[in-house]
């Protein structure tokens, strides 16, 4: 009986002894998977590590912005936008921005100023009613609209601006869109920048200014034309057939712009699609003259402007077509071509306004975005109020200058010794036609 026992323990140990040394092979087992495992996502950490830094260092050779690295470290330091602001100089700003350093000032001071610091700059994770935090931006008040207006007033690209202000490329993109809206709400509270229609005798003074240079003209106070200008192509098929102009042959849109003889503008129709003929963009000028235009008095136009219905029966006078019939009876023929002659000599001035307005705004030469049309809008209001602004406080405008010249006695006198001395090329001047000049007889 012991006999048995004891075997039977021996058994028992030598079974307990297998099962451990089972148990040590099967944790080595599993130890040496972790181990593999782990070995295994080490790799695929350090890959996926590796592939990310071959890919930035890829993307970098290629990338054409700017970061605050390679600017100078403080926008409101010594960068090149506050040196020409420290300046003061007003040749500088009206050659940058196209304004003189007191109307700058005054656009400040007429609510740009206090807008830019009451409201908060939008974005994706910032509401529109949030507190503003205007000591937090980069730029203070005069530096947003001295970006606004250089943006406007050249075609430079956003890297150019970046190293002007020292900003990186999406705080520019931010403010150029933040400050066009609080310039825009500026300009609306402004006189200089009114864009608003004659009243009263205001019609008698703008004619006085034309028939001083074109006695026929009795009646005449304005110049209308349209101007298209380019856009993006839209992968959106409607929206392309509604931008392409047949005549030019290209995608733009269409304005229609109405200059008085004082050069300013005085009524307009903004951002319509450029397939639209410059008779059906003019539909809100029609009503004007229908509605809010004294009889007797008119605008002067080309030849793609119908002179209307009859309600508007003698608002709108055009040149004659070539070949068009004239009267047998000589002295009515003689008339009715000096009259042709003179509204061809006034339609030069709005070929002026239009030269004014994309010379002044050169960001008008190139394509607008076709993906957002309220911004579009926006673009073409601004310039048209700065127009104005240009017109009656700076004082840039050849209409203005040609309609009503300033000269003093000391002025008068050079203009009129140059005008002896060169005499022979002003006659010769391709646009001769459109100035009156005088001649003595000996």
Same mark, same amino acid.
């Given at each position: 009986?012991?006999?048995?026992?004891?075997?039977?323990?021996?058994?028992?140990?030598?079974?307990?002894?297998?099962?451990?040394?089972?148990?040590?092979?099967?944790?080595?087992?599993?130890?040496?998977?972790?181990?593999?495992?782990?070995?295994?996502?080490?790799?695929?950490?350090?890959?996926?590590?590796?592939?990310?830094?071959?890919?930035?260092?890829?993307?970098?050779?290629?990338?054409?912005?700017?970061?605050?690295?390679?600017?100078?470290?403080?926008?409101?330091?010594?960068?090149?936008?506050?040196?020409?602001?420290?300046?003061?100089?007003?040749?500088?700003?009206?050659?940058?921005?196209?304004?003189?350093?007191?109307?700058?000032?005054?656009?400040?001071?007429?609510?740009?100023?206090?807008?830019?610091?009451? +409201?908060? @700059?939008?974005?994706?994770?910032?509401?529109?009613?949030?507190?503003?935090?205007?000591?937090?931006?980069?730029?203070?008040?005069?530096?947003?609209?001295?970006?606004?207006?250089?943006?406007?007033?050249?075609?430079?690209?956003?890297?150019?601006?970046?190293?002007?202000?020292?900003?990186?490329?999406?705080? =520019?993109?931010?403010?150029?869109?933040?400050?066009?809206?609080?310039?825009?709400?500026?300009?609306?509270?402004?006189?200089?920048?009114?864009?608003?229609?004659?009243?009263?005798?205001?019609?008698?003074?703008?004619?006085?200014?034309?028939?001083?240079?074109?006695?026929?003209?009795?009646?005449?106070?304005?110049?209308?034309?349209?101007?298209?200008?380019?856009?993006?192509?839209?992968?959106?098929?409607?929206?392309?057939?509604?931008?392409?102009?047949?005549?030019?042959?290209?995608?733009?849109?269409?304005?229609?712009?109405?200059?008085?003889?004082?050069?300013?503008? @005085?009524?307009?129709?903004?951002? =319509?699609?450029?397939?639209?003929?410059?008779?059906?963009?003019?539909?809100?000028? +029609?009503?004007?003259?229908?509605?809010?235009?004294?009889?007797?008095?008119?605008?002067?136009?080309?030849?793609?402007?119908?002179?209307?219905?009859?309600?508007?029966?003698?608002?709108?006078?055009?040149?004659?077509?070539?070949?068009?019939?004239?009267?047998?009876?000589?002295?009515?023929?003689?008339?009715?071509?000096?009259?042709?002659?003179?509204?061809?000599?006034?339609?030069?001035?709005?070929?002026?306004?239009?030269?004014?307005?994309?010379?002044?705004?050169?960001?008008?030469?190139?394509?607008?975005?076709?993906?957002?049309?309220?911004?579009?809008?926006?673009?073409?209001? =601004?310039?048209?109020?700065?127009?104005?602004?240009?017109?009656?406080?700076?004082? @840039?405008?050849?209409?203005?200058?040609?309609?009503?010249?300033?000269?003093?006695?000391?002025?008068?006198?050079?203009?009129?010794?140059?005008?002896?001395?060169?005499?022979?090329?002003?006659?010769?001047?391709?646009?001769?036609?459109?100035?009156?000049?005088?001649?003595?007889?000996?």
């Amino acid at each position: 009986m012991d006999t048995w026992i004891d075997d039977d323990v021996t058994e028992y140990e030598e079974f307990m002894h297998l099962q451990a040394q089972f148990r040590h092979q099967l944790q080595a087992l599993e130890d040496e998977e972790d181990d593999c495992a782990l070995a295994a996502a080490a790799f695929l950490v350090f890959s996926s590590e590796e592939a990310k830094a071959i890919c930035t260092a890829r993307r970098s050779q290629r990338r054409r912005y700017l970061i605050r690295a390679d600017l100078l470290p403080d926008p409101q330091g010594a960068t090149p936008w506050q040196i020409l602001y420290g300046g003061r100089n007003d040749r500088a700003f009206i050659t940058t921005m196209g304004l003189d350093t007191i109307t700058f000032q005054d656009i400040l001071n007429k609510g740009f100023e206090e807008l830019w610091n009451s +409201y908060a @700059i939008t974005r994706a994770d910032i509401a529109s009613d949030a507190t503003p935090r205007a000591y937090r931006r980069s730029l203070d008040a005069p530096g947003a609209l001295g970006l606004i207006l250089h943006w406007l007033s050249s075609t430079m690209h956003d890297v150019s601006l970046c190293e002007i202000f020292a900003l990186t490329p999406v705080t =520019v993109s931010q403010y150029i869109i933040f400050s066009l809206q609080i310039l825009l709400n500026t300009l609306h509270r402004m006189e200089a920048a009114c864009i608003r229609w004659p009243i009263g005798d205001e019609f008698q003074e703008l004619n006085g200014l034309i028939i001083d240079r074109h006695p026929l003209l009795t009646g005449a106070f304005g110049s209308m034309d349209g101007l298209n200008l380019p856009v993006q192509t839209s992968s959106d098929e409607n929206i392309e057939n509604a931008t392409y102009n047949g005549w030019l042959h290209s995608h733009c849109v269409s304005s229609i712009f109405v200059f008085a003889a004082d050069g300013a503008i @005085i009524a307009c129709n903004l951002n =319509v699609p450029g397939s639209w003929h410059d008779s059906r963009v003019a539909q809100p000028i +029609y009503d004007k003259l229908k509605y809010y235009t004294p009889e007797g008095y008119y605008l002067v136009a080309d030849t793609a402007f119908p002179c209307g219905s009859l309600d508007i029966e003698g608002k709108i006078h055009v040149p004659l077509k070539d070949g068009a019939p004239l009267p047998q009876d000589y002295q009515e023929r003689k008339q009715l071509v000096d009259f042709t002659h003179s509204l061809t000599s006034y339609r030069q001035t709005v070929e002026w306004g239009m030269r004014a307005l994309q010379g002044s705004f050169s960001r008008l030469r190139i394509p607008l975005s076709i993906n957002y049309s309220e911004f579009r809008g926006d673009i073409l209001e =601004v310039v048209s109020h700065l127009h104005n602004v240009h017109t009656h406080c700076v004082g @840039i405008n050849q209409i203005r200058s040609i309609y009503m010249p300033l000269w003093n006695d000391e002025e008068e006198f050079w203009i009129k010794l140059g005008s002896l001395q060169f005499s022979e090329q002003r006659r010769d001047d391709r646009v001769h036609r459109f100035h009156i000049t005088a001649s003595e007889e000996v």
